[in-house]
């Protein structure tokens, strides 16, 4: 933690030096070509000191979430006081979401935010450059088109939000479809709207036609954009493009996002039986969970994706048995379904964790 606070004092006199010089130029009264020369050197100048106080604000959280890790991991209930961490660390202790996004959040200084327009970046090439003729108001967004749709996951690493996605079409069709309105004449032509439960509030998020791109989500019946690549769009722009926003996080997040409703949580402490699992799909409650970040090894391992969130669309009561769906959509390499038992032994080396909605 020493160093941590090290790295933020760093960052705290660089922004102090940048705040005084920025006070000092913009106070000169001098005018003519070499004022506006020096202006201009100072604001790159500026930005590279900006751009450098944000890497060792992200090296000071790394930093203090991994002293956080080590101390949760000595501790019985796995978890720690942040304030021990001298604010570095937000909520009320350490969980799976903050261990994902800590290093996420990290590694953003060195990547590019994740939109279209490029066939090389995460989202491809505009979607609307690859297929002039499509026609964003042609989208089905109402409740019917939604239930009979299919999520059919492209090249983002967000299987956490999709799943969470299909696990609400599943349960709660119609609060997807209250959710998402669109934009213009004939309504979508311009775009959509969509509100998702982002920091502690519910946000209206702008979508345009143009922000859609070929490899991201589609419908896997018609390999057009759906209402769920607006939905997945939404998340992004909800976050600035952010990568660490995208690429990870836990099932309880994708369902807190959609929903607006807090999730129920478990890991491999202390899975649900499946029992629990039954009662929970019989209340119309959506259900995700996340397979081993490894390998899974137990029962259904080889069928299995690792580190990956799937829905759970049913059970069979017959062999004990829960269904999984993935998010790969039914025409991916993987098993569309999987069926494995959550009272097996072996249950908590092949499923990481669980989250179940309100």
Known sequence: MELARRFRGGDERLRGTTDALHAAVTAVRWAGPDAEELRHRWEQCRREMSLAGDHLSATAEHLALEAAQQDAASD?????????????????????????????????????????????????????????????ASMDI???????????????????????????QSTDPGLLAENISGVGEPPGADGWEVRLFVDGEWQDIAVSPDDLGTKGTVDARSGDPSWATVFEMAMINAHDGRPSAVWADTPVAGLEMITGEPARESDTLGQPSFEEYRQAIDQGRPVTVMTDPLLPIGPAGDQLVAAHVYQISGYDESTGELILTNPHGPQSANPYEVRIDPDHPAYATSIFMTGIGE
């Not at 590019?112 to 297929?131: C, M, W």
């Not at 409740?143 to 983002?156: H, P």
């Open 76 to 136: 019985p209930a796995g978890r720690i006081d942040p304030a021990d961490y001298d604010g570095m660390l937000g909520g009320e202790f350490l969980d799976w979401s903050d261990v994902i996004n800590g290093g996420e959040r990290v590694s953003d200084l060195w990547r590019d935010r994740i939109e279209a327009g490029d066939a090389d970046s995460p989202l491809g090439e505009r979607y609307t450059d690859a297929h002039p003729t499509w026609d964003p």
């Open 142 to 168: 109402e409740q019917a088109g939604i239930e009979e749709s299919l999520v059919d996951q492209g090249s983002l690493g967000d299987c956490w939000y999709l799943a969470a996605l299909m696990a609400v």
